[in-house]
């Protein structure tokens, strides 16, 4: 992605400096990701969703001196950023809508949030509550290392977007209806329902890449698709599992992740993307 010397956003919260040493929340890794943080996100921000799972101690913390990387990589998730506030202002606007930008909060090992303690075992999530995305960036080394993901910075730039893409539900109010439906339904609707919930944030980061073209690097859809790849429910059950049970998907296939990004991309118009039909 083309991204130096480009405008960094305002609301970012750099909070690796000052790691976080609580306990981790039990049954960590990628899987936090597809089993945990979408149950968590439907909640609008319940804290007892987290609570199910978290042993996490109020943690300690320690400070230290970022490296040179790690100052690179934080200031590439500002620009990243900073086009969201952009394009998202831009959609919302010529829909007669007002878009409130969210936060961002990078953080290592452990955090606190308003919706609760979290760790790096849950991947980035977004929380409703105080309307920012959390995200502890090794998250991507164990994406690429255990999940075969090609890795690049749009990956990175991937997930940021599919994450604003929950906040843009939560604006919406696309979060809190299907909460309700889910409060309505069998696990295996309520599973359906957060699928749906999910697929919509990959279109929406879809549309967001599909408005950022300009800024596209040679391999960066690639690199998009392979990280969508490595998160399909199908992919991390058989991985980790062994099997594949479509019962308890929460987030949706690897190619249902990839075909909605893609119809996101292609399009870039938000309202092809009905998911719950």
Known sequence: MKWRG???????????????????????????????IAQFVLSDGDISVLEQLDN????????RELTAEEKELGNFTEVVLADTEDIWNKIFAENNMDYREPGLVLFSDAVQTACGGASAASG???????????????????LRRRFGAKGGDYAIAYVMAHEVGHHVQNLLGTASEVRRLQQQSSNVEANELSVSLELQADFYAGVFTSHNRKYLSEGDIEE???????????????????????????????????EWFMKGFRTGDIRQGNTFN
Request: proline share 4%; glycine share 12%; net charge positive.
């Open 6 to 36: 480009r405008r960094q956003s305002g609301n970012v919260e750099d909070r690796r400096g000052s790691s976080g040493k609580g306990k981790l929340i039990a049954g960590g890794g990628i899987i936090g990701v597809i089993f945990l």
């Open 56 to 63: 996490v101690s109020s943690p300690s913390t320690e400070s």
């Open 124 to 142: 980035p999530f977004y929380c409703p509550a105080d309307q920012k995305i959390y995200m502890d960036l090794t998250f991507f080394e164990e």
């Open 224 to 258: 998009a698709l392979s990280a969508a790849n490595a998160v399909g429910d199908d992919a991390i059950q058989k991985r980790t599992r062994g099997q594949v049970n479509p019962d308890s998907f929460t987030h949706g296939t690897s190619q249902q992740r990839k």
